[in-house]
């Protein structure tokens, strides 16, 4: 006797759906509802996609489609599955090292550029001024047109900036 899963109790979860839809279709017809809704119940219990952060980005760049998915919570898995993940999922690969580096990049080009910004909006002292005289400027009616004091013979400039 072959039975068919009830539709009504598949649609519900769409991750038991997925789940469902991997098994072979001569096993899944050997399940009764009884089954069907202890498994459907038992996913639903796993909660796995409930977290404290979970962000989910997809970057569509021409001829290089990817996603970045950032998910923070409680830890829950056992330290069985833990070290199986470990296996399946090294965590020193080339990539995971090109990001970890482009990443700290970022971060540090970014605190030297707010750094930077903060320090352009701290005020400056004033600084010293200095006389000095003009060499260029020979004689007291030029020296006074351009509001310069002649004195020794020499043009002055008593604004002068050391940092000029």
């Known amino acids: 006797m072959k039975i068919v899963p009830d539709k009504k109790i598949l649609n519900v979860n769409p991750i038991f ?4 839809s991997q098994i072979s279709p001569e096993i899944a017809s ?4 009884e089954q069907i809704a202890a498994i459907k119940q ?4 796993r909660e796995w996609y409930e977290h404290s952060l979970d962000l989910r980005i997809s970057v569509p760049i021409p001829l290089l489609s990817f996603y970045l998915v950032l998910l923070v919570g409680e830890e829950r898995r056992s330290k ?8 399946l999922y090294p965590f ?4 995971n090292i090109l990001f970890l580096i482009l990443f700290f990049f970022m971060i540090v ?10 320090k352009s909006l701290i005020p400056t ?6 006389p000095t005289s003009i060499p260029w400027i020979n004689t007291q009616q030029e020296c006074e047109k351009l509001t310069r004091t002649w004195n020794n013979n020499k ?4 604004e002068h900036s050391s940092t000029f």
């Open 17 to 20: 759906e997925e789940l469902f």
């Open 30 to 33: 050997t399940f009764t509802k």
């Open 42 to 45: 038992g996913v639903q219990r």
């Open 80 to 87: 069985q599955r833990l070290q199986y993940e470990k296996s």
């Open 92 to 95: 020193w690969t080339f990539g």
């Open 109 to 118: 080009s970014g605190s030297i550029s707010t750094l930077f910004l903060f």
């Open 125 to 130: 002292k004033t600084h010293s001024v200095f």
């Open 155 to 158: 043009c002055w400039d008593n």
